[in-house]
């Protein structure tokens, strides 16, 4: 079993060009804990962790993947990881109780298998180190406005079970109140079809001087002319995302909005089973959401504005 005893950070404060660097430590002694997105995947989400933190190949990922036991997995709630969520924390602790869906597994890889792991890892009571590129906002309680980015590094190491007791490891056993999930592997064949919008026809040279080849590699520029995001990222920029990806700018009054509104809604959870018939509010959720994609933009403005989510400028200044 793999248990980080402890994370330091090294963080840049990003204000205006001037950068300001701190160095903290936070106690967090736990097995490898990984925060899978609302929209993503949770299985992808570990393997990708586990490559990128301790330089694993694709083969010994399969292994451990394959070597996940199957009736071993266990869903429980837990509340947000110290130097996992500490950016959920920073944000949203102040209005909002946060609770994570939290899957418990365990991987057994066999002796002969686990040569390459072990190459990376080290054997039992030697420790590595591994580095990530976070939001440091709310970690070791640090309380900055302006968006704060930097490394947080780990030191990791194999423990023996019974030293992991002794040690109270978080994460290392569920609670006595978790599900009993069991997941299975079967093979299934797939399809799909991307579709995108190119600055001009193959082999030929677009408005903005690039030219559409048959390499499949990303261009500087959108098919609208328009920078990448990557491209903010390089110059400092907090973006969404690499690649697509929406930013929206929300003040604090307007976050207390939404959520006023999500609790008038009466929003169903995601995690929630469907039951017979549907009542008033799950009626009018779906009815929400039906208009919404099925409405052009200012259709969407107007149901929003009539909900009372969004506040018309003219009105608030009259």
Same mark, same amino acid.
């Given at each position: 079993?793999?248990?980080?005893?402890?994370?330091? /950070?090294?963080?840049?404060?990003?204000?205006?060009? /001037?950068?300001?660097?701190?160095?903290?430590?936070?106690?967090?002694?736990?097995?490898?804990?990984? @925060?899978?997105?609302?929209?993503?995947?949770? &299985?992808?989400? !570990?393997?990708?962790?586990?490559?990128?933190?301790?330089? &694993?190949?694709?083969?010994?990922?399969?292994?451990?993947? %394959?070597?996940?036991?199957?009736?071993? /997995?266990?869903?429980?709630?837990?509340? #947000?990881?110290? +130097?996992?969520?500490?950016?959920?924390?920073?944000?949203?602790?102040?209005?909002?109780?946060?609770?994570?869906?939290?899957?418990?597994?365990? =991987?057994?890889?066999?002796?002969?298998?686990?040569?390459? &792991?072990?190459?990376?890892?080290?054997?039992?009571?030697?420790?590595?180190? =591994?580095?990530?590129?976070?939001?440091?906002?709310?970690?070791?309680?640090?309380?900055?406005?302006? !968006?704060?980015?930097?490394?947080?590094?780990?030191?990791?190491?194999?423990?023996? %079970?019974?030293?992991?007791?002794?040690?109270? !490891?978080?994460? &290392?056993?569920?609670?006595?109140?978790?599900?009993?999930? +069991?997941?299975?592997?079967?093979?299934?064949?797939?399809?799909?079809?991307?579709?995108?919008?190119?600055?001009?026809?193959?082999?030929?040279?677009? @408005?903005?001087?690039?030219?559409?080849?048959? *390499?499949?590699?990303?261009?500087?520029?959108?098919?609208?002319?328009?920078?990448?995001?990557?491209? $903010?990222?390089?110059?400092?920029?907090?973006?969404?995302?690499? $690649?697509?990806?929406?930013?929206?700018?929300?003040?604090?009054?307007?976050?207390?909005? /939404?959520?006023?509104?999500? %609790?008038?809604?009466?929003?169903?959870? #995601?995690?929630?089973?469907?039951?017979?018939?549907?009542? *008033?509010?799950?009626?009018?959720?779906?009815?929400?959401?039906?208009?919404?994609?099925?409405? =052009?933009?200012?259709?969407?403005?107007?149901?929003?504005?009539?909900?009372?989510?969004?506040?018309?400028?003219?009105?608030?200044?009259?």
């Amino acid at each position: 079993r793999l248990g980080h005893g402890s994370s330091a /950070v090294s963080g840049i404060g990003l204000d205006g060009g /001037v950068s300001a660097a701190r160095h903290d430590f936070v106690a967090d002694c736990r097995v490898v804990t990984v @925060l899978c997105k609302h929209h993503g995947l949770w &299985l992808p989400a !570990v393997l990708h962790y586990l490559q990128r933190a301790f330089n &694993l190949s694709d083969t010994v990922v399969e292994r451990v993947m %394959k070597g996940i036991i199957t009736d071993g /997995v266990r869903l429980a709630k837990c509340g #947000p990881p110290p +130097t996992v969520c500490h950016h959920h924390a920073n944000v949203c602790a102040e209005f909002l109780d946060l609770d994570y869906d939290a899957i418990y597994l365990r =991987s057994r890889v066999s002796a002969k298998d686990c040569g390459g &792991l072990l190459e990376k890892l080290g054997t039992t009571g030697q420790g590595t180190c =591994s580095e990530e590129a976070v939001f440091l906002n709310g970690f070791g309680g640090s309380c900055e406005e302006k !968006v704060a980015i930097g490394q947080i590094s780990r030191m990791w190491a194999w423990v023996q %079970k019974d030293d992991a007791l002794r040690r109270d !490891v978080e994460g &290392l056993t569920p609670p006595e109140t978790a599900q009993p999930l +069991t997941l299975s592997w079967h093979d299934e064949h797939t399809a799909s079809l991307l579709i995108g919008i190119e600055s001009c026809a193959p082999l030929k040279e677009d @408005l903005f001087g690039g030219c559409h080849t048959p *390499s499949a590699r990303s261009q500087e520029l959108s098919a609208f002319g328009k920078r990448k995001w990557r491209d $903010f990222r390089k110059g400092g920029m907090c973006v969404p995302a690499d $690649f697509g990806g929406t930013q929206a700018t929300m003040t604090r009054q307007d976050f207390e909005i /939404v959520i006023a509104k999500c %609790k008038e809604l009466e929003l169903t959870l #995601p995690s929630a089973t469907l039951a017979r018939g549907d009542s *008033s509010s799950a009626q009018k959720e779906r009815m929400i959401f039906r208009i919404l994609l099925q409405s =052009s933009p200012q259709e969407g403005r107007e149901m929003l504005l009539q909900e009372g989510f969004i506040h018309d400028p003219a009105k608030a200044s009259a």
